[in-house]
């Protein structure tokens, strides 16, 4: 009985020492490959196809008739205007190209909409070329307002619209209905590339914005496609959007509770503290969450370099023993 005993412990002992460096460096390749995923998952929610954005306000319902002259009005149009290299014209500076790919459109919240309800004073016959960018961006906003009246009047007396009458912010210019909402591939809103679009549209005068939204739990559940998780619009409002400091804005002091309590019922005032367009590890964040920050993520690099050179003496050493291969030991 002894005997056996005694060959038990040795079994024991030869080799609970490579399976204990077999089994850590697992659970840390396993550690690693995680932080690698988390990595590139973050890289990817940046990466997302931007889309269009478009209004609350649905298209007008058309008849039966009149939605197959729609539809006919709009494939002649598309006779000259689906062939590539139609021609450009200029726009602000920049040649903007005539052609417009046909799914993408017949797709859009206005796919049935003929063509000449959004550009006014044009027929599907041949008409004459129009080379000034300007004239199209007038025809749309009063287009835009023959369907959507109310949310082009809010629009007007928001803060984008107060920009519109001669002023600029960092040298930008007022973003007009097609710059928030796109042209001819407008999204439903009830679908989640709508959703997922709007911090994208917002931040591309917004940049810094963007990034630190989509670092909240609300940016990586929109990323991740939880439709019900808020968006830029659904803090700062639409085509009301109004400064921070204004009594008016749905982020104001007085508003900004009721706004958080539209998704969190239970909230309290303060809930409302909480920093959303913040960036840790950056020195202009409060001093509390950056150092917050660089203590976590020293924390990280100390533990995963113990632990990785840990590992490497415990392999190290069952290599200079022979643990592996010739079945040594103490």
């Given at each position: ?30 550690v690693l490959a995680l932080l690698v995923s988390s990595a590139a998952f973050a890289v990817t929610t940046t990466a997302v196809t ?104 809010m629009y007007k007396q928001s803060y984008h619209g107060e920009l519109t009458r001669g002023g600029t912010v960092d040298g930008k ?152 291969f010739k079945g040594g030991g103490h």
């Open positions: 009985m002894g005997d056996a005993r005694n060959s038990a412990w040795c079994l024991a002992k030869k080799f609970t020492f490579p399976v204990r460096s077999i089994v850590t460096g697992a659970l840390l390749g396993l931007t889309t269009a954005v478009t209004t609350t306000t649905t298209a007008p319902s058309l008849g039966q008739q009149e939605e197959q002259d729609a539809v006919d009005l709009t494939d002649r149009c598309l006779t000259c205007h689906a062939e590539k290299g139609i021609g450009v014209v200029d726009a602000d500076g920049k040649a903007k190209d005539l052609y417009i790919a046909p799914q993408p459109y017949k797709d859009s919240a206005h796919g049935l909409l003929p063509c000449n309800a959004c550009h006014t004073g044009f027929s599907h016959d041949p008409h004459q070329m129009v080379s000034n960018g300007e004239f199209f961006a007038q025809t749309a906003n009063a287009a835009c307002r023959n369907c959507h009246d109310d949310q082009f009047e210019g007022a973003p007009v209905c097609i710059d928030c909402h796109g042209t001819h591939a407008i999204q439903k809103v009830d679908s989640l590339e709508y959703k997922r679009s709007i911090p994208l549209v917002c931040g591309q005068c917004h940049g810094s914005r963007e990034s630190t939204y989509l670092d909240t739990y609300h940016g990586k559940a929109v990323t991740l496609g939880r439709e019900a998780a808020a968006t830029c619009v659904d803090c700062h409002g639409d085509h009301s959007i109004l400064p921070v400091g204004n009594p008016q804005s749905t982020l104001s002091s007085a508003n900004i509770l009721g706004t958080c309590q539209q998704c969190h019922p239970d909230a309290t005032q303060g809930f409302t503290t909480f920093l959303v367009h913040v960036k840790p590890t950056s020195l202009k964040a409060p001093r509390i969450v950056f150092l917050v920050a660089f203590f976590y993520l020293s924390m990280i690099i100390v533990v995963f370099l113990f632990g990785g050179i840990h590992t490497l003496l415990y392999i190290y050493r069952g290599l200079k023993d022979g643990l592996y």
